[in-house]
Antibody
Framework: QLQLQESGPGLVKPSETLSLTCSVS??????????WGWIRQPPGAGLEWIGSIYYSGTTYYNPSLKSRVTVSVDTYKNQFSLMLSSVTAADTAVYYC???????????WGQGTLVTVSS | SSELTQDPVVSVALGQTVRITCQGDNLRNYYASWYQQKPGQAPVLVIYDKDNRPSGIPDRFSGSSSGNTASLTITGAQAEDEADYYC??????????FGGGTKLTVL
């Protein structure tokens, strides 16, 4: 059974960079049929896709966040990571990592981690 | 950019059938998938690629699509189906899209 687990600081100061890692177990991140993505959900709001990466390193980013987002993959550690720069209070959200098919269907999700942006 | 539109709130009487819809131009070319999210929990995939149900999802959940509209139907809604439901798809550039979500109330 594939499992994903987010890790990283729960509190980030404004203007700094948010960094999260998703560890994948029970399967290989190098599968050619899937991408690995980050999704966030501000308190009381809906889901927002942040960006995704293919095991080869090809990335896809939400146009509204593209200038601040970097998603990377480490196939040796079976992990992928998110960096979001110049954060503000508007970036406070639960951040999820997930696996998705090329159709966009996200079949496995991490439990989510709350990141608060505050001084 | 492409958008997916959902009704914010839908209600259904216990045991009745309810349809939740998702509209978007990209749905003419790409499949929709559906997620159930209960408070404090991660979303769960209930329908993928228009009308496929993952293992473990009750068969009262079904999906369909016509033109620019995808639908999630719950036949015989149960109290435990009360949740937020999100549709998603992709666009021509490979970007992932989400609808704004529908809060389903079971009366």
């Amino acid at each position: 059974q594939l499992q994903l687990q987010e890790s990283g600081p729960g509190l980030v100061k404004p203007s700094e960079t948010l960094s999260l890692t998703c560890s994948v177990s029970g399967g290989s991140i190098s599968s050619s049929n899937y991408c690995w993505g980050w999704i966030r959900q501000p308190p009381g709001a809906g889901l927002e896709w942040i960006g995704s990466i293919y095991y080869s390193g090809t990335t896809y980013y939400n146009p509204s966040l593209k200038s601040r987002v970097t998603v990377s993959v480490d196939t040796y550690k079976n992990q992928f990571s998110l960096m979001l720069s110049s954060v503000t209070a508007a970036d406070t959200a639960v951040y999820y990592c997930a696996r998705h098919a090329l159709s966009g269907a996200l079949d496995y999700w991490g439990q989510g981690t709350l990141v608060t942006v505050s001084s | 950019s492409s958008e997916l539109t959902q009704d914010p709130v839908v209600s259904v009487a216990l045991g009745q059938t309810v349809r939740i819809t998702c509209q978007g131009d990209n749905l003419r070319n790409y499949y929709a998938s559906w997620y159930q999210q209960k408070p404090g929990q991660a979303p769960v995939l209930v329908i993928y690629d228009k009308d496929n149900r993952p293992s473990g999802i009750p068969d009262r959940f079904s999906g369909s699509s016509s033109g620019n509209t995808a639908s999630l139907t719950i036949t015989g809604a149960q109290a435990e189906d009360e949740a937020d439901y999100y549709c998603n798809s992709r666009d021509s550039t490979g970007d992932v899209l989400f609808g704004g979500g529908t809060k389903l109330t079971v009366l």
